[in-house]
């Protein structure tokens, strides 16, 4: 089966959509399936050949924070309607909107896969939030299959667009551990740091992580790895409190992100909205014990593990590291536990598995896998449990 792939920066790139796809078209490759990922120029770290089995073909757009994604997928879509593909995969509720021009392409099936609500990001306007809202419902009523990265947006989905996707878990690669080699570039040691991966963006709630630790008591030093492509005033703001104490890695991959959540004392995911927070099933694949907001999305990711704080709550966030520093027979309980819940219900070969049927069920068309007829997936989430630790 021949399949693209829209809608992701590149790969690999920073990044939840981008991680996603990766991982995803990996293993279907793996299986013998021609994937082909549609990547930006400007994200592509190692040139265009082929990466982990895929072809990546590289369209561009408009540079700009309101236009790259935008104007990307449009030359990849028109660039898909050119090749032979069996499925035209689309990562993205905004992106999304390009489905009534690929369903132009008859012999192949449409299939978009919603992230979260990404008209409700900060960095979005009045005007661009409801063009991505409006965009967002296209793409909704036009896929013929629509899935949803976490049961969380599934419900959220259906509440605000009117349409429910299917959804499907997303996995994780069970990471082994690795011993602290490259962790000395950036000044810290091994279990000697708290750690988050995330953009610089208001919505990752970077800067509720920072006021807190800066007033923690507390010898150990705070790392924080990602970027933003944009520079603006949150992360001028932000990188300005950069110390010895507070670290701003930027983007990071490789031995040195692998070696970052191996030897964390604690990872923490701040976040104000998430669709699935990819960076805490990483964390948690490498056994690390990760402190989240206590928004749907982080509890979801979380299952019986972990432990949550008030979402935007600085005082809250302080009191549970403070609580976690005191209690390091917490932090080593964690390993095990978090490894079992990630090995039975976090594995990426199950998502790549469920993928596969909906293609082949389309493409043969067996029955119409379009949301608008199908709750698959189950109902909506009844999970009221606590996660504080």
Not at 25 to 41: I, M, Q
Request: net charge positive; with cysteine; aromatic share 8%.
């Amino acid at each position: 089966m021949k399949i693209a792939m829209l809608g992701a920066k590149a790969v690999p790139a920073i990044g939840g959509i981008a991680h996603y796809v990766e991982e995803l078209g990996a293993r279907l490759a793996d299986r013998g399936h021609e994937v082909t990922v549609y990547c930006r120029p400007h994200f592509l770290q190692d040139g265009s050949g082929p990466y982990r089995g895929m072809r990546r073909v590289v369209t561009r757009g408009l540079r700009g924070k309101h236009l790259d994604a935008a104007t990307h997928s449009f030359t990849a879509a028109l660039h898909a309607l050119k090749e032979d593909f069996d499925i035209l995969h689309i990562h993205g509720s905004a992106p999304g909107s390009l489905a009534p021009l690929l369903r132009r392409k008859r012999q192949a099936r449409v299939v978009v896969t919603v992230h979260g609500l990404d008209w409700q990001g900060g960095k979005w306007g009045r005007w661009a939030s409801r063009t991505m809202y409006l965009a967002a419902r296209v793409g909704a009523r036009s896929a013929d299959g629509l899935t949803a990265v976490s049961e969380v947006v599934r419900d959220q989905y259906q509440q605000l667009v009117g349409v429910t996707p299917v959804f499907i878990p997303t996995g994780v690669h069970l990471a082994e551990p690795v011993a602290a080699q490259e962790l000395t570039t950036l000044g810290v040691e091994a279990g000697r740091y708290i750690f988050c991966a995330a953009r610089l963006v208001k919505e990752k709630g970077v800067h509720y992580l920072v006021e807190a630790f800066a007033d923690l008591d507390t010898d150990l030093k705070l790392v924080i790895a990602g970027d933003c492509p944009y520079e603006d005033s949150y992360v001028q703001r932000l990188r300005a409190q950069a110390s010895d104490r507070i670290i701003f890695a930027g983007y990071v991959t490789g031995r040195l992100l692998a070696e970052l959540y191996s030897n964390a004392y604690v990872y923490v995911q701040p976040s104000e909205m998430e669709g699935l927070p990819i960076a805490v099933l990483e964390a948690m694949s490498y056994g690390r014990y990760v402190l989240a907001s206590d928004i749907p999305a982080n509890r979801e990711a979380l299952g019986p593990c972990g432990g949550t704080f008030k979402s935007r709550d600085v005082n809250a966030l302080r009191t549970e590291l403070a609580a976690l520093l005191r209690q390091p027979e917490i932090i080593q309980a964690e390993f095990d536990r978090v490894r079992a819940y990630i090995r039975a219900e976090r594995n990426w070969d199950l998502t790549a598995d469920r993928f596969e049927t909906l293609y082949q069920t389309l493409a043969t068309g067996d029955q119409v896998a379009t949301s608008r007829r199908s709750t698959a997936g189950g109902g909506k989430s009844d999970d009221t449990r606590n996660h504080n630790g």
